[in-house]
Structures are given as C-alpha cells and as structure tokens.
C-alpha cells in the first residue's frame, strides 16, 4: 500500500506506519462494522444513544421493544405533524381504525381536529384516553389540536343555517373531558332491550 504520509515525515512517522501496515484489513472491517451497527445490527448497547439521537424520548412509554420503538418512531418522525402521524400514534394504544376529521365546517377555530376513535376504551379507560389525547398532541402540528374524540355517540354543535336543530347541540357538541384534559370524548353504546308485552293490570 503506498504512504499516505508527506514528504516532510520524519523517521518516527514513517516507522508508526510501517508498523501498523497490516493491521489496514482489521481497520477496514471495524469501520463496516461500525457503519452498519446503527442501522443492520443495532447492539443493545447503542438503542439508547439511538433513541436519544431520533428523538423518541417522548414515546418510549408506550413500546417494550426499544428497536421496534425505533422502527415505528423514525416512521412516524417523518410524516409527524399530518393526520397519517396521528393514526400511526393511536395505533401504539391499540386504537387502529382512527379517522381524523377537521372541526366542523364555518366554525371560527379552524385549527382543531376531532377523531372518530372507531371504537370504546373500555378497559382503563381514563388513562388510554389520556394516552391518545398525549400522542396526538406530540403527532400533530404545533397550531392544532386535539378537541374532540368520539364513537358511537356523535352529535355535533349547531351551525346557523347548516344543521338541523332536533339533530344538534347548541353551542357546542357532545362529550366530557376526563382527567383534566382538553380535549372532550363522547362515547355511547347501543343496548338492545327485548321488552314482550303482557297484559295489562
């Protein structure tokens, strides 16, 4: 291998490169190693300092695998501030036909957005409902926000000219924050009831 030194080396220089000339395959090999350990073989001690570097701090409560977290998280960095980020997120809490939907039409905040959750919380449901008004907040842009989640009850404000009265709230539309949040759900169940009728007393 020719001398990578200058002409103005002096005795030392030459003889450390002398010294070190085959050790150039074992340097080769480590530089490969190192370059594919980010992004192929992923040590247990690098996931961290790469959790670190992507910025997924912030969403590490909600994966137990730390190289599925950064698989899903770059994933979601890159379409982060879109709807498509917002329903990557719900789908982390088990939410996975999330639709977002913009605040309703000719109301003054036009920055808000709702979400049809697809389906009821259910089992704990104040902290997944916590979770979800969390994530959308880290997964939308920073002048939206999350005011509204419902499924299966959804009656919406009254728009003057729009809406029908027997079909609206006035003001505002259904649902309740928990926990002290901001955003409001409105979630219902329909119970079917067989009722036979008998005679009369």
């Keep these: 291998m020719p001398s990578l030194l200058p002409p103005s080396s002096g005795l030392f220089e ?3 490169e002398t010294s070190q ?21 992923r040590p247990d001690d690098f996931l961290p300092w790469l959790v670190e570097e992507y910025g997924l701090g912030e969403i590490s409560a ?12 770059i994933a979601w960095q890159r379409v982060r501030g879109t709807p498509a980020a ?13 639709s977002v939907l913009d605040q309703v039409r ?3 905040l036009w920055n808000l ?15 997944r409902l916590a979770d979800a008004e969390y994530l959308a907040d880290l ?8 005011w509204r989640g419902f499924h299966g009850y959804d009656v919406r404000g009254n728009v003057w000219g729009r809406s029908r009265l027997g079909r609206s709230i006035w003001g505002t539309s259904s649902g309740v924050s928990i926990s002290g949040g901001k955003t409001v759900w409105s979630h219902g169940r329909n119970t079917p ?9």
């Design 21 to 41: 000339a085959n050790r150039w395959s074992d340097m080769n090999s480590a530089i490969a190693a190192v370059r594919k350990a980010k992004l192929v073989t």
């Design 86 to 98: 917002v329903v990557a997120a719900m789908s982390w809490i088990d939410f996975e036909a999330v």
């Design 193 to 201: 009831v067989s009722i036979a009728a008998t005679e009369e007393f």
């Design 14 to 16: 030459r003889a450390l």
């Design 139 to 146: 997964s939308s842009p920073v002048r939206s926000h999350l």
């Design 106 to 108: 000719g109301r003054r």
């Design 113 to 127: 957005f709702q979400m049809n959750m697809a389906e009821l919380p259910l089992e704990d449901e104040d902290q």
């Design 62 to 73: 909600f994966f137990s695998d730390r190289r599925q977290m950064i698989d899903d998280g």
